[in-house]
């Protein structure tokens, strides 16, 4: 939902109505009647609603329920008239910022139009603005009358809302915010199947293939790495893989060059929501189990932890060090269980969970709690896409 706001004259509704009909209305309104464009034909396919506001027609009362309502609010001012301008920080976003003092905050795009009419930029000055209101996402320039920037506009409203850049990235900074570098941490080490601390370009393809469904070309891999040699010290291994500090640079890079939704893709795909959380649909895919059945941890499920438990097992000696341990479950938010474990599973004469420990252990809990396991697959790296999701490790018997 994209609210339009601003000072009267400033062009919110012919802004709307070119959108529309592409070409500029010689009779525009006092304010356009709600737009309902259809997923289809918008670039990041999701239904879109355009709402107007118009001073004339609307009461503050009016205008803060809408703001409540917005997705994204797009300011709009007039580029050839300063006093619009200078309401924008003076009357407009202390008024959004009152209004939505007790909700979320949308994201804001600053729209300078008119530019058509004149010869110059008010670039620097939106620059200052997104430096003082961080709520300001993105700013463009564009004119209703010649369509310029039109469709970039709307373009830039969806993305502030489906890519948002606040929850991953921290421009003060130029640098990741510290929730997104762990999220990606663990993303890393999800991908890393070989347990060294890099990504080989086997590990790199598969990555890519899960994320965005189509291989790195060998001369796409390369250039990666040539960025990463120029740019940063320690971003390729001497092995020439890519390292955990090479892979949040890349990231980093991404934001810079405002491809938030290369981001944002990799972290949904992995789980994430906007909160940078693992969302509940992710880690708990709905399975109906009927009454007097149960549930077991198949022949595939049993594949995966086993495979999860010899990349940890870095000595080869058949159980888990503490260290092992503690190194295996980083990829979660603790491990499964307490010190009892000894008691409940196999374990070597140090108490330390053997391989046979480690597949009763879930076996066990795939009978008892499900949820668990669950949970667990997808923590540990299951391979979860539209088309699998870790139910396929799951028999109900």
């Known amino acids: 939902r994209i ?34 464009i259809p997923a289809d034909v918008t670039p990041e396919m999701v239904p879109t609603n355009i709402v107007d506001y118009s001073a004339v027609e609307q009461t503050d009362l009016q205008l803060t329920e809408q703001l409540q309502r917005a997705h994204v609010i797009c300011l709009v001012y007039s580029v050839a008239d300063d006093d619009t301008l200078m309401r924008v920080t003076t009357y407009w976003l202390p008024y959004i910022r009152e209004a939505l003092s007790h909700s979320r905050r949308p994201p804001v795009i600053l729209v300078g139009n008119k530019v058509d009419l004149v010869e110059y930029s008010t670039v620097d000055a939106a620059c200052d603005i997104m430096e003082e209101f961080p709520e300001v996402e993105s700013f463009v320039e564009c004119s209703a009358k010649t369509l310029k920037n039109i469709s970039e506009m709307f373009y830039y409203a969806q993305k502030a809302v489906l890519h948002p850049t606040g929850p991953i990235y921290v421009s003060d900074r130029q640098d990741l915010t510290d929730e997104c570098k762990k999220a990606l941490t663990r993303i890393f080490k999800v991908c890393d199947m070989d347990n060294d601390g890099l990504l080989n370009d086997a590990e790199l393809n598969s990555f890519q293939k899960r994320c965005f469904d189509t291989p790195l070309r060998p001369e796409a891999m390369e250039d990666v790495k040539v960025v990463l040699r120029k740019n940063i010290s320690g971003g390729v291994s001497p092995n020439n893989c890519i390292t955990l500090t090479g892979f949040l640079f890349l990231h980093c890079l991404f934001m810079q060059r405002g491809r938030s939704h290369t981001t ?134």
């Open 3 to 36: 609210l339009l706001v601003g000072d009267r004259g400033v062009g919110k509704t012919s802004l709307i109505l070119s959108l529309v009909s592409e070409e500029f209305p010689e009779d525009v309104p006092h304010k356009a009647e709600e737009i309902t």
């Open 264 to 397: 944002w893709t990799v972290l949904r795909k992995f789980g994430y929501n906007e909160s940078l959380h693992m969302s509940k649909e992710f880690l708990f895919p709905p399975i109906r189990v009927p009454n007097g059945c149960s549930t077991e941890l198949n022949h595939k499920g049993q594949q995966f932890f086993t495979a999860v438990f010899e990349r940890f097992d870095k000595d080869k000696d058949g159980a888990l060090s503490p260290f092992e341990q503690e190194s295996l479950f980083s990829m979660c938010p603790a491990p499964p269980w307490g010190s009892d474990i000894k008691d409940i599973v196999p374990t070597n004469h140090q108490g330390w969970v053997t391989l046979h420990g480690f597949i009763c252990f879930w076996m066990l809990t795939t009978l008892h709690d499900l949820p668990t396991t669950l949970e667990y697959l997808a923590y540990l790296g299951y391979p979860i896409s539209d088309d699998e999701n870790q139910l396929s490790a799951i028999t109900v018997t």
